[in-house]
């Protein structure tokens, strides 16, 4: 028998269906004053039924509910109101007879316009507002059957917020604590073609944190190792440190500290100082207006590197094909990633992957706005740290313009900024915006120039093209960015001595090279998808950049189709590079499928029921040198939670290279993630082992806590005595045996739906509620509580003067818990018990109306224990 649960003057109460039932027959009195339910239907012994007459007066007892609320049919909080009955003589067939205590205060942070009702003018912060009364044709209904409170409002009566607005007093800075998210891979090489040469490389990967109330400390450093027979590489990057806070009445956050500059006129570049910008992620979803996809092709089993500024950010093994990362950690908005694709057999394929925000358009009224006083901070000896302060501001117009501007300012640097954007409807949206430099180079040379740039962005929502990014930039010869000022010589290397950025022949990869005299002349930038209808879909993404007083050019061209066919997908992709330095272009081409087995293995069931995924693929890709590799392989997931994934690849290489193959493994656990892998090549003389860790670390005053790898703003699950309870929507992720745990990666200003799975709990075990609702502010971490209560779960029949204790009577407990209501035969439902403990029934307003029992429960562990106790 399954039983529901309500909250009721602070209490709960634990109902079998059918006393619901009874009881809501008693409901349906008030409903209509010609039916009366006679309770002698219940008993023709009218002592076996207790006093109903608090049902049938107004349907559903008063008192403290725990409700969702909906707002003219949109959720807004989970919540405990108090209902009173309602004082209105005009009953509805599905009448609780309860009315809401709302208060002005409530009222208010729901958005409703208090100042402009007459009605509302006397009424204290506190007390019960009769809505209807005081607002026309607004009104509130409980739905008592699902804990729901509709309320509505007409929207002449509501403040004009935007949609999905979420007042700043009900944003949480969540609780003082200590985080350290890590991410460590390594691997293991042997090439016996090569001397029976070994080497081991090495990454880790540290995210460390403070929060102390609206202050976030972070910390973001990263330590490379590489070893062989012949020479041993280490170094660690400090990429910044910064503390940063959330000024929430100027919809900004401060940063001091170590970070990069806003890219919304200017390139991002990084700083040490002080910054303080406005943070869109304050605004509602429907206010606001960017990490790009890493796209690429691997010839073999190879390591993806992935730089920005000289530091390395990201660091993955990727199989033979193409692939895509999306889940790229970006330390700025824009700025040139690059990328580099080591090969098993040691090439390296390198290319840069230019990204820029779209056309900085805003709403009418709105300013963002950024201040920047700070040092230029490089990671290359080839730079100087210069002193600089950059200041942005953009403002929206009326009829859809945006005017912008700023300047950025050093000892040997000036630049000022100025442009505008429109929005042009159908015909999309555009940006222009004019860029005049000053500058003094590291040879005295003094040069004066200009930049035009142009952005365009448009959907096509009737054909399904999507402009995700058009954009020109033309420079003339003198025009330089405060970015190249700060080198120290003409022309160079910036890479360190980092043997991962050189080639065989040990020059440095051309992404390493600079020369001030070949400057900057058109840059042509281009990401474009396109829908197919059902047959599939087209993306092109293209760069080009062109010098001055060289013919040399860098052009990187991404083109791929993917479509669906039989349940499966494929794709084809072609991927074109050529760079200055290179001795030629670099062009890969790359066909995918993936096929879903379960649904072939299964057909005509229902896939969203099934545990576990299992894909069978196949890749071949080719490239300008004529090397072609073919691959296929089987991956998928395991376990109830789908948290343990594989993979098995084999292939084969033309050109003397001969067979490869793969496999690899990685299971998400509530403590962190750990990864396996090997692969081969040339026929077994190339062999790896590569194995990562990854997670996070928390340290917050109820203790340590272990978790998956940290996002930037989290959520501490906190139900102490509720161990190994799963969280719903968290593959893998269960308390601890204190009842702890961390959800990665929840939505900062937004409502964060928390809940634990109530199937995971012990027999032993009990959470009043089992849902709560947070909103965190960026980067903190909430604590969403849960109330567990340890203890048995009971069926205890009630018997007074040897009968059952009458139907509908309450039963008030000695430990506090919830109370509950006695069910048909006297039976009372508990859970949570001790081992010894009374209960008070009561089903009248006279003493003669009341007992007490005393019960002792058996030491042997039961689901649920059923006894009798005499109620005296």
Same mark, same amino acid.
């Given at each position: ?7 009721? #003057? ?62 003219? *049919? ?117 090439? =016996? ?78 700083? #040490? ?38 530091? !390395? ?49 805003? #709403? ?29 501001? %953009? ?43 000053? =500058? ?22 009737? %054909? ?73 879909? %087209? ?77 069978? @693929? ?12 073919? !691959? ?31 496999? =690899? ?111 965190? @502010? ?10 567990? #209560? ?28 919830? *109370? ?53």
């Amino acid at each position: 028998m399954k039983y529901r649960k309500y909250q009721t #003057r602070n209490v709960i109460y634990r109902v079998a269906p059918l006393t619901l039932a009874m009881l809501g027959a008693l409901t349906s009195v008030n409903a209509d004053a010609n039916y009366y339910f006679n309770p002698a239907f219940l008993s023709s012994d009218p002592a076996a039924v207790a006093d109903l007459s608090r049902f049938s007066a107004s349907g559903q007892a008063p008192g403290v509910y725990r409700v969702d609320i909906w707002l003219n *049919d949109n959720f807004l909080a989970t919540r405990d109101i108090t209902f009173n009955v309602r004082k209105s003589s005009t009953p509805t067939d599905d009448d609780t007879g309860l009315s809401p205590c709302l208060s002005l205060k409530a009222l208010d942070a729901m958005g409703v316009n208090t100042d402009g009702f007459p009605g509302l003018k006397n009424e204290t912060t506190a007390n019960c507002v009769d809505l209807p009364a005081a607002i026309p044709a607004a009104s509130t209904l409980f739905d008592f059957e699902h804990q729901r409170l509709n309320i509505s409002i007409p929207q002449a009566a509501m403040r004009n917020n935007a949609r999905g607005y979420i007042p700043p007093e009900q944003w949480d800075e969540g609780i003082n604590a200590l985080m350290l998210n890590y991410d460590f891979t390594g691997s293991h090489s042997h090439n =016996s073609g090569d001397y029976g040469s070994t080497t081991d490389n090495y990454f880790l990967g540290l995210n460390s944190g403070l929060n102390l109330g609206p202050w976030r400390l972070r910390d973001f450093s990263t330590w490379n190792y590489s070893g062989s027979s012949s020479e041993t590489y280490t170094n660690w990057e400090h990429i910044k440190t910064y503390v940063e806070r959330a000024v929430i009445p100027l919809k900004s956050k401060l940063t001091i500290g170590e970070n990069y500059t806003t890219s919304d006129v200017f390139d991002s570049l990084p700083f #040490r100082g002080v910054q303080i910008n406005s943070d869109d992620n304050m605004l509602p979803d429907s206010m606001k207006g960017f990490a790009p996809t890493i796209r690429g092709i691997a010839k073999s089993n190879a390591q993806v590197t992935i730089k920005q500024n000289g530091y !390395t950010i990201y660091q993955s093994y990727v199989p033979p094909g193409a692939f895509a990362i999306n889940d790229l950690y970006p330390t700025s908005s824009s700025g040139d990633l690059n990328v580099e694709v080591k090969e098993s057999d040691g090439t390296i394929n390198s290319y840069s992957v230019p990204y820029s925000a779209v056309p900085v358009l805003q #709403r009418e009224g709105s300013v963002k706005y950024s201040a920047t006083a700070a040092r230029y901070r490089s990671n290359s000896d080839q730079q100087e740290d210069v002193n600089f302060v950059q200041g942005t501001l %953009i403002w929206g117009l009326p009829k859809g313009f945006t005017v912008y501007g700023g300047t950025q300012l050093a000892e040997k640097y000036a630049a000022f900024a100025v442009g505008s954007g429109v929005n042009l409807g159908n015909f999309g949206a555009v940006s222009a915006d004019f860029t005049s430099a000053q =500058s003094e180079l590291s040879d005295g040379s003094s040069h004066n120039g200009q930049s035009i740039r142009f952005l365009y962005a448009k959907s096509l929502n009737g %054909i399904g093209t999507n402009f995700q990014l058009l954009g020109y930039r033309y420079s003339t010869s003198g025009f330089y960015t405060l970015d190249e000022t700060t080198y120290k010589q003409m022309k160079g290397y910036i890479g360190q001595d980092d043997p991962n950025s050189h080639t065989e022949d040990d020059k440095p990869v051309w992404t390493d090279y600079y020369n001030l005299y070949y400057t900057k002349r058109g840059k042509l930038q281009a990401n474009i998808s396109q829908q197919i209808g059902t047959a599939g879909s %087209i993306f092109l993404n293209g760069s080009q950049q062109t010098y001055w007083h060289t013919d040399e050019k860098n052009t990187l061209i991404q083109l791929g189709y993917s479509g669906t066919v039989a349940g499966g997908t494929y794709n084809l992709t072609y991927n074109y590079n050529k760079s200055p330095g290179m001795s030629e272009s670099d062009r890969i081409y790359s066909l995918t499928f993936s096929f879903p087995l379960n649904v072939w293995l299964h057909p005509g069931g229902d896939v969203t029921k099934r545990l576990n995924s299992i894909y069978a @693929t196949y890749g071949m890709s080719a490239d300008n040198d004529g090397r072609i590799t073919n !691959t296929a392989g089987i991956n998928g997931t395991l376990l109830e939670d789908n948290n343990l994934s594989y993979s098995i690849q084999q292939g084969y290489q033309n050109q003397h290279t001969g067979a490869s193959g793969s496999v =690899s493994t990685e299971y998400d656990s509530a403590y962190g993630n750990a990864n396996l892998g090997y692969n081969y090549s040339n026929n077994g003389d190339y062999q790896q082992i590569n194995y990562g860790l990854s997670g996070g670390i928390v340290a917050h005053r109820n203790g340590i806590t272990l978790s998956q790898p940290l996002g930037d703003t989290n959520v501490l699950i906190a139900a102490p005595g509720a161990s190994n309870v799963k969280v719903e929507d968290g593959p893998g992720i269960h308390t601890d045996w204190r009842g702890y745990a961390v959800v990665p990666y929840a939505s900062a200003y937004h409502r964060n739906r928390m809940a634990l799975n109530i199937n995971s709990l012990s027999d032993d075990l009990d959470i009043d509620e089992a849902v709560t609702q947070v909103v965190p @502010t960026q980067g903190a971490l909430v604590r969403a509580t849960f109330k567990a #209560r340890s203890g048995t779960r009971a069926m205890i029949t009630l018997i007074h003067d040897g009968h059952p204790v009458p139907f509908g009577a309450v039963v008030t407990r000695s430990d506090e818990g919830g *109370d509950t209501i006695v069910g048909e035969n006297g039976e009372a439902y508990l859970s949570g018990l001790g081992a010894t403990g009374s209960l008070t029934a009561q089903w009248g307003d006279t003493s003669d109306k009341k007992c007490v029992a005393v019960y002792t429960l058996s030491e042997t562990k039961q689901s649920l224990v059923r006894l009798k106790a005499e109620c005296r």
